[in-house]
């Protein structure tokens, strides 16, 4: 029996979602969350944020003003976050509106407080060690051994603010190339496949809802492809995994959609980070699920009972498009049984997430 988050008020269709970024994932929430009836205001330092283009209103604000967040939280009802790269502290000013919590932020956006954190739910992280200097980066190499992977404790996703060190050369170069930041040392490990768990979770007795494990390919740290139903290796260790990942949530309190990225190993599941928002291993959901995880976050951060989560098709695939990739929206767009998604962000840098398309098989 999944433990009941504490009670909220129902937040109604016709009121007002802020969401604080103005990316993609904030643009889907506004879609999902219109089809809802609730109208959305975005928050975000940037001239034009593509959540901009479909939403109600639009504030251009730093992330750390806290006047700003403040005069923001007069204006919705209820507040949400699209990624975890923002400073926790200001987002305070959003009071109890704010679901998921700042809790869930400042968790996920530190490397070595979510590795501590997650070993207090009795999740399995790789081997690892806090390092804030060269000496003691080369004392975790005598610990952990080689290879491992260094990876800044705040600001990296995509792959960025990593490096590997695989020989005692590389020592020196890896800390340099991380920016000498506070870092984990993380072991490398064996795995045979990376995926992903998702889940929502709403308060009161709405409980708590599981996807479809999907599995993960990625690319220079970039998600190129998730893949629904996963093989038999990612499968297995699907059970557990979601436990973990229940666990986690149980333990933040957490309203919302949350993700916890896995590898799948011999010994089993292997938490690699948590991410406590939609996420891009769920865009498949859209057309693969019955409810998206869109919906579902606007669901559980409103009150409302949540949706079924069961796949519509025998198989989905969802597959980004990176930097100029989206210039083939003609084919894609021709493609019978492909649903092409693109982003509107303007210029198609080498890395970015522009889009991406959806194939479900019935």
């Given amino acids: 029996m999944t433990p009941a988050v504490s009670k909220v008020e129902v937040v109604a269709p016709g009121s007002i979602i802020g969401i604080v970024g103005g990316g993609q994932l904030g643009r889907m929430l506004a879609v999902a969350a219109a089809r809802l009836g609730y109208k959305c205001h975005i928050f975000d330092p940037h001239e034009h944020p593509c959540a901009a283009d479909v939403a109600e209103a639009f504030t251009r604000g730093a992330f750390d003003d806290r006047a700003a967040l403040e005069r923001f939280a007069g204006q919705v009802d209820v507040a949400t976050y699209e990624f975890e790269n923002l400073p926790a502290e200001p987002l305070t000013a959003l009071g109890p509106k704010l679901r998921p919590g700042v809790r869930s932020l400042a968790v996920a956006q530190d490397r070595a407080e979510e590795k501590s954190f997650i070993e207090s739910t009795g999740g399995r992280v790789a081997p690892w060690r806090s390092v804030a200097s060269l000496g003691e980066v080369q004392a975790a190499v005598g610990e952990l051994k080689l290879p491992l992977v260094l990876k800044t404790r705040r600001y990296g ?45 709403a308060p009161g007795e709405a409980g708590c809802v599981f996807w479809d494990v999907p599995e993960n390919v990625h690319e220079d740290g970039i998600l190129r492809r998730s893949i629904v139903p996963a093989s038999p290796a990612v499968l297995g260790q699907a059970e557990p995994a979601q436990a973990m990942a229940l666990h986690i949530a149980e333990a933040l309190d957490h309203i919302g959609v949350l993700t916890v990225e896995f590898f799948a190993t011999p010994s089993g599941p292997l938490v690699n980070e948590i991410a406590p928002r939609v996420h891009n291993s769920g865009h498949w959901t859209i057309e693969g699920a019955v409810t998206s995880q869109f ?16 796949r519509t098709g025998a198989s989905v695939t ?9 210039s083939r929206w003609p084919e894609l767009g021709a493609e019978p049984g492909a649903r092409l998604h693109l982003y509107g962000k303007g ?7 522009m889009g991406h398309v959806t194939r479900v098989v019935h």
């Avoid at 919906?295 to 069961?310: F, K, M, N, T």
């Avoid at 210029?347 to 997430?353: C, D, I, N, S």
Wanted: net charge negative; proline share 4%; charged share 25%.
């Fill in 347 to 353: 210029e198609a840098r080498p890395g970015r997430k």
């Fill in 157 to 201: 996703y995509d792959g960025k603010g990593q490096a590997w060190i695989r020989t005692w050369q590389d020592v020196a170069a890896a800390w340099d190339a991380i920016g000498r930041e506070p870092a984990i040392a993380e072991a490398g490990i064996e795995f045979t496949a990376e995926f992903s768990v998702l889940l929502a979770r």
């Fill in 318 to 326: 969802m597959d980004n498009l990176i930097g100029d990739e989206a």
């Fill in 295 to 310: 919906e579902q976050h606007v669901r559980a951060i409103c009150g409302l009972p949540l949706g079924s989560s069961d």
